[in-house]
C-alpha cells in the first residue's frame, strides 16, 4: 500500500520542478514522514524498510525534495539524543537536516575539523559543511563540531539566517555549504553521546539513499527498454537486435544486484550489531554507486544521440546516479571503509 500510494503521487500528481512546500505537506498528509519512526516519538512503528520503499519511488520519479536526509537521516539522530523532537519531522511540522559532511572526509564519519568553543556562555562554531542536500528547504540544522579535549558533539541551529551557500546539484536539487565562523549556535548533545548518533543517521544515509538510487536505475531502465522497442532501424525494432538485448540484459543485472545488496544494508540497520551495520552500509553505498554508474552510462549509450540532450529524460536520471556516487565519498572510498572495518574485527 505505501509503495502503490507513493507511486501514483509520482506517476500522476507529481511536478518535477514543482514547489518544495507543496510536496513537504503531501508527504505529511500520507503518514510517510511517520512511516520509519517508533510510535513512542509520533511514527507509525515502522523500520528503514518501510522508508526504503517510499525512496525508491521517490528516485525512480526524481523527486527534489530530502524526503530520506529529514525524514530518516536527521530523525535518526535525533531519535538517538532528542527523541521528543521527532514528532515534529513526522508531522511535518520541522525539517532538520544532519550538517556532517566535511570536503576532507571523504566517506569517512569520523571526519570532523569544524571547531566548537565556548563564548560568552554559549559556543560559538567555526568550519565548513558540504554537500548538504535539501537544506535551503530546511527549518534547523544539526551540525557536528569537536569540543577540543572531549570529542565530537551535536549542534543545533537554526536554518534561517545561517551562514548557507546556495546552490543547486548537478540534478538541479538545493544544496548548500555550510560556511561557520564564530556562528552562534545551541548545545543538543555532547560527546557522550552526539558520536553514536551521528554514525547511526550516517549509515542509515548510506542504505536508504542507495535505496533511492535504485528506483532511479528502475526508470533509467524501463525508459532505455521502452525506446528499443519503438526504435526502428533497417525496418525492425532495435531492440531486436541481439547485440542490444545482453546491454539491457547486463543493465538488469547490475539493477537486481544493487537491489539485493540494499536488502542487506536495510537488514543491517534494523539488527543490533553497530560494528555489522557500518560494515554492509559502506558495502551496499560502494556497489550501488558502481551499478547506478553502469546503468545509466548504458541508458545513455542505447538511446544514442538523443540521449544527451537536456529534453530527453534519460540523461537525467544518469545525473542523478552521478550526483549519488558522489555524496559521502566515492564508491572507493566506501571500499576502503569497508576493508578498515573488516580489519577491525
Sequence with gaps: MIRD?????????????????????????????????????????????????????????????????????????????????????????????????????????????????????????????????????????????????????????????A??????????????????????????AGPDRASAAIFAAHDHALVLESAEAVGTMQAALDLTRDYLLTRRQYGQPIGDFQALRHRLADMFIELEQARSIVLRGLEALVASDRAERARIAAATRARVAQAGRFVGAQGIQLHGGIGVTEEYPVGHYFKRLIAFETRHGTAAAQVQRFAELGRME
Design 163 to 188: 551562514p548557507l551557500r546556495a546552490y543547486r546539484t548537478i540534478d538541479d536539487r538545493p544544496a548548500a555549504e555550510l560556511l561557520l565562523a564564530d556562528t552562534p549556535a545551541t548545545l543538543l
Design 5 to 161: 500510494s507513493a507511486r501514483r503521487w509520482v506517476d500522476q500528481d507529481h511536478v518535477a520542478d514543482g514547489d518544495g512546500e507543496a510536496h513537504w505537506a503531501h508527504f505529511a498528509g500520507m503518514g510517510w514522514l511517520m512511516a520509519a519512526l517508533p510510535e513512542e516519538a509520533g511514527g507509525l512503528g515502522g523500520d528503514a524498510y518501510d522508508a526504503a520503499i517510499l525512496a525508491e519511488e521517490l528516485g525512480r520519479g526524481l523527486v527534489r525534495a530530502p524526503f530520506v536526509e529529514v525524514a530518516v537521516v536527521a530523525a535518526q539522530a535525533l531519535l538517538a539524543v532528542a527523541p521528543d523532537r521527532v514528532g515534529a519531522i513526522a508531522a511535518g511540522a520541522a525539517r532538520p537536516i544532519l550538517a556532517h559532511d566535511e570536503a576532507e572526509a571523504r566517506g569517512d564519519p569520523a571526519w570532523v575539523v569544524t571547531r566548537a568553543v565556548r563564548q560568552d556562555g554559549g559556543w560559538r562554531l567555526s568550519g565548513c559543511k558540504t554537500g548538504l542536500v535539501g537544506a535551503p528547504l530546511a527549518d534547523r540544522l544539526l551540525v557536528s563540531a569537536m569540543i577540543e579535549g572531549e570529542g565530537v558533539a551535536l549542534f543545533d541551529l537554526a536554518a534561517a539566517g
